[in-house]
Nanobody, 119 residues
Framework: QVELVESGGGSVQAGGSLRLSCAASVITGNIDSLGWYRQSREYQRVRVASISSGGSTNYEDSVKGRFTISRDNAKNMVFLQMNSLKPEDTAIYYC?????????????WGQGTQVTVSS
């Protein structure tokens, strides 16, 4: 019922910026929270940032002050602006949506987009 498509990944030098986008196609239900996660060879998938339907945000400590999550509810999109990128930010970034369908909630994942930061 929900398809998530990420875009905006790529390769950048340390100190550079990238902006990730995620478009959600929702057939049934309402999108509650949206988030960005990342997974690298060394670490399991972890949450980078999330944003509630009301706009409240949360960030993983290592990205605070550098990354900004935002959403466009009218377009069912979520964005991640990444500034001052570091080599340790290199990972596959995934978009996640929590969707309410009736009394239940479901989570959906995008296919991921690669971000590579070189030193």
């Amino acid at each position: 019922q929900v398809e998530l498509v990420e875009s905006g990944g790529g390769s950048v030098q340390a100190g550079g910026s990238l902006r990730l986008s995620c478009a959600a196609s929702v057939i049934t239900g309402n999108i509650d929270s949206l988030g960005w996660y990342r997974q690298s060879r060394e670490y399991q998938r972890v949450r980078v940032a999330s944003i509630s339907s009301g706009g409240s945000t949360n960030y993983e400590d290592s990205v605070k002050g550098r990354f900004t999550i935002s959403r466009d509810n009218a377009k069912n999109m979520v964005f991640l602006q990444m500034n001052s990128l570091k080599p340790e930010d290199t990972a596959i970034y995934y978009c996640k949506a929590i969707v309410a369908i009736g009394p239940r909630t479901y989570q959906y994942w995008g296919q991921g987009t690669q971000v590579t930061v070189s030193s």
